[in-house]
Structure formats: C-alpha cells, structure tokens
Nanobody, 124 residues
Framework: QVQLVESGGRLVQAGGSVRLSCVASERTFGIYSMAWFRQAPGKGREFVAAISSRSGSIKSADSVKGRFTLSRDDSKNTVYLQMHALKPEDTAVYYC?????????????????WGQGTQVTVSS
C-alpha cells in the first residue's frame, strides 16, 4: 500500500473553483493508477474521476464532465483534481485512492490505498 495525503479542500461559493492535490509516498508512483471519490453527508462513496498508470487515460463521472479536470505529475508523486463551476451538490469529503498497476475503473473496492479525505463545501 501507498500513503496518500490530500489537500486543498475549502469553503467556496457556487460557481467557484478549487484544486485538490494528493501526494503519494511511493517512489514508484508512476505505476499506480489514481482516482478521486467523494462522499456527501448521509450518502455512499461516489466515483469522481480516475487516471491510469502508464498511458494516463482518464475516466470521469458524468456529473463532473466538463467541470473537473484530473491530471498527474509523476515527478512530484502528485495527482490533481481541478474543479470549476462548483455546485452545492459537489459538497463532500473528497478522497484520493490508488491501485498498483493499470486500472481505470469506478469500483472503490479495487483501490487498495486511500487518503484521509479533504472537505469541499460549496455554498449557494
């Protein structure tokens, strides 16, 4: 498993932007496929976006397409989630997850490393 630390969550007004970062402890970060999930109060964990190892292919949830951008910088062991045009329904704790080797999927159970989460609150 790899240790993951998220940061960047904050209170923002609707329509605003936030960038989340997730730093991994693993020196071989490039072999890990990474993803962001979120969990709103009283709801289950929801897939947001994933980026694979090697090819850097990206998959995003329909609810965030066109608003959220996922990227990775393997030289910094970091994955980013840039969020624009935020809505109150985007309010949640956002979790970073990792899976060793190639994976581009939405199943949270496949990811074997998780961060502690960072809170994003969007006010109307």
């Amino acid at each position: 498993q790899v240790q993951l630390v998220e940061s960047g969550g904050r209170l923002v007004q609707a329509g605003g932007s936030v960038r989340l970062s997730c730093v991994a402890s693993e020196r071989t970060f490039g072999i890990y496929s990474m993803a962001w999930f979120r969990q709103a109060p009283g709801k289950g964990r929801e897939f947001v976006a994933a980026i694979s190892s090697r090819s850097g292919s990206i998959k995003s949830a329909d609810s965030v397409k066109g608003r959220f951008t996922l990227s990775r910088d393997d030289s910094k062991n970091t994955v980013y989630l840039q969020m624009h045009a935020l809505k109150p329904e985007d309010t949640a704790v956002y979790y970073c997850a990792a899976y060793e080797l190639w994976y581009l999927g939405v199943e949270s159970g496949r990811y074997d490393s998780w961060g502690q989460g960072t809170q994003v609150t969007v006010s109307s």
